[in-house]
C-alpha cells in the first residue's frame, strides 16, 4: 500500500493565508489533487494535477510542489472555507490510489 | 449535466454480502475509468475499488481484496461493487466517483455522488 500524510488540523482567522500540507514518496512523479469536503456533502475537487484550478474555483485556492510534499494555499480565508480538506494521489505503479488522512481547517 | 446516483446499501449482518449500483448519466460512461470510494463515520477518505474503461482491469484497496468485486455494465451506465465477507470496519458511506479522463489519461475524482450508507452489524 501507500500513505499520504497530512497535519490533522489547521486554525487560521479570517483574512489570512492557510496552508495544508500533504507528502508522500511518490508525489514527486505523481500529480497531487485536493479535495474539500463539507459536513454532510460529498468531497469537492479544488486542486487538479498539483497546480490547476478546475473551472468555478475560487482564485484563492492555489497548489505548489516540492519534491514529495504538496501544499494546499487559501490566500485570504473566508468563513466559508472551514471544511476538511484531503490530498489524493496514487502509487509510484498507478495501481493504488490513495487520500491522505485529511486536515480540518477551522476559521476562527 | 453530470449525475451518479449511488443504491443498494443497508444493514447487514457481519459475513453477509451486498451489492451496490451507481447509475450514471449527463456523460459518455465507457470513456470514463470510475471508482469506489468510502468513508466511515466521523472519518476520512479511504479508496475502494477502481475500474477501467471497458471492465478488463479492476484495482483494490488491500482492505477489500478478494471480498469486493468492482464491474460495470457500459450498456445501461451503471457501475456496481459487489460486497462479501463484510465486517464491521466496513460501515461506511460509499461513494461511487468519476475520474476525469482526457483519451486514456485520467486524473481527478471530478464528480461524485451523494453516497449510499452501508451499516454491518449484527
Known amino acids: 500500500s501507500y500513505e499520504l500524510t497530512q497535519p490533522p488540523s489547521v486554525s487560521v482567522s479570517p483574512g489570512q493565508t492557510a496552508r495544508i500540507t500533504c507528502s508522500g514518496d511518490?508525489?514527486?512523479?505523481?500529480?497531487a489533487y485536493w479535495y474539500q469536503q463539507k459536513p454532510g456533502q460529498a468531497p469537492v475537487v479544488m486542486i487538479s494535477k498539483d497546480t490547476e484550478r478546475p473551472s468555478g474555483i475560487p482564485e484563492r485556492f492555489s497548489g505548489s510542489t516540492s519534491g514529495t510534499t504538496v501544499t494546499l494555499t487559501i490566500s485570504g480565508v473566508q468563513a466559508e472555507d472551514e471544511a476538511d480538506y484531503y490530498c489524493?494521489?496514487?502509487?509510484?505503479?498507478?495501481?493504488?490510489?490513495?487520500f491522505g488522512g485529511g486536515t480540518k481547517l477551522t476559521v476562527l | 449535466e453530470v449525475q451518479l446516483l449511488e443504491s443498494g446499501g443497508g444493514l447487514v449482518q457481519p459475513g453477509g454480502s451486498l451489492r451496490l449500483s451507481c447509475a450514471a448519466s449527463g456523460f459518455t460512461f465507457n470513456n470514463y475509468v470510475m471508482s469506489w470510494v468510502r468513508q466511515s463515520p466521523g472519518k476520512g477518505l479511504e479508496w475502494v475499488s477502481l475500474?477501467?474503461?471497458?471492465?478488463?482491469?479492476?484495482y483494490y484497496a488491500d482492505s477489500v481484496k478478494g471480498r469486493f468485486t468492482i464491474s460495470r455494465d457500459n450498456s445501461k451506465n451503471t457501475l456496481f461493487l459487489q460486497m462479501n465477507g463484510l465486517r464491521a470496519e466496513d460501515t461506511a458511506i460509499y461513494y461511487c466517483?468519476?475520474?476525469?479522463?482526457?483519451?486514456?489519461?485520467?486524473?481527478?475524482?471530478?464528480?461524485w455522488g451523494q453516497g449510499t450508507l452501508v451499516t454491518v452489524s449484527s
Open positions: 511518490a508525489l514527486s512523479k505523481q500529480y
Open positions: 475500474i477501467s474503461f471497458t471492465g478488463v482491469n479492476t
Open positions: 466517483a468519476k475520474r476525469d479522463c482526457i483519451g486514456t489519461k485520467c486524473y481527478s475524482f471530478d464528480y
Open positions: 489524493q494521489s496514487a502509487d509510484s505503479s498507478s495501481s493504488y490510489w490513495v
